[in-house]
T-cell receptor, first 114, second 117 residues
Framework: QKEVEQDPGPLSVPEGAIVSLNCTYS??????FMWYRQYSRKGPELLMY????GNKEDGRFTAQVDKSSKYISLFIRDSQPSDSATYLC??????????????FGGGTRVLVKP | KAGVTQTPRYLIKTRGQQVTLSCSPI?????VSWYQQTPGQGLQFLFE???????NKGNFPGRFSGRQFSNSRSEMNVSTLELGDSALYLC????????????????FGSGTRLTVV
């Protein structure tokens, strides 16, 4: 079983709907949580970064972390066709070992239909 | 401001050959990390370099190696290529080696698509 699980989708929603994405994880040491968006033939682009539990909002994006349930979510409000992409969650454990060693979920493909 | 530049964008190699991929970080960035992305395994961490020193290494065989030059540009090398090495290889750069303090500053490039036949 993978450390980070993510439904591969595809998740198809009409334009203007709320997109709800989530990841579950098994490693209780994870404390840093990210959400990335990846368009076809492009590298991942950081959307949200959260430390520990709680909510964080940035424009149309809201990230939630529930460490007690080992569950993180990303919500996209007022979705647009340009939001059609693969969304990846990523996590990092205690930063005793500095650096960019992230554990990624497999990604969820999202399609926003006009 | 130029982003992270990876060359070449596409590459086709034969089993048993070796390959070198290049990553030029954003100007002023000193940390470069490398990831492999495949449909089956997703994104997996390979290694990270900061100030010409390897700081972290993932669980990949010794056929995968890298280095960083004094201008922060980085290369990764894969020797004795196998079919399973076919993947998108991504590098990400950051001004500093992330310690969890402050913002997370890594930016990914668009990757090099390696096909092994």
């Amino acid at each position: 079983q993978k450390e980070v699980e993510q439904d591969p989708g595809p998740l198809s929603v009409p334009e203007g709907a709320i997109v709800s994405l989530n990841c579950t994880y098994s490693n209780s040491a994870f404390q840093y949580f990210m959400w990335y968006r990846q368009y076809s033939r492009k590298g991942p682009e950081l959307l949200m970064y959260t430390y520990s539990s709680g909510n964080k909002e940035d424009g149309r994006f809201t990230a939630q972390v529930d460490k007690s349930s080992k569950y993180i979510s990303l919500f996209i409000r007022d979705s647009q066709p340009s939001d059609s992409a693969t969304y990846l969650c990523a996590m990092s454990a205690d930063k005793k070992a500095a650096g960019n060693k992230l554990t990624f979920g497999g990604g969820t493909r999202v399609l926003v239909k006009p | 401001k130029a982003g992270v530049t990876q060359t070449p964008r596409y590459l086709i190699k034969t089993r048993g050959q070796q390959v070198t991929l290049s990553c030029s970080p954003i100007s002023g960035h000193r940390s470069v990390s490398w990831y492999q992305q495949t449909p089956g395994q997703g994104l997996q961490f390979l290694f990270e370099y900061f100030s010409e020193t390897q700081r972290n290494k993932g669980n990949f065989p010794g056929r995968f190696s890298g280095r960083q030059f004094s201008n922060s540009r980085s290369e990764m090398n894969v020797s004795t290529l196998e079919l399973g090495d076919s993947a998108l290889y991504l590098c990400a750069s950051s001004p500093v080696l992330w310690t969890g303090q402050g913002s997370y500053g890594y930016t990914f490039g668009s990757g090099t698509r390696l096909t092994v036949v």
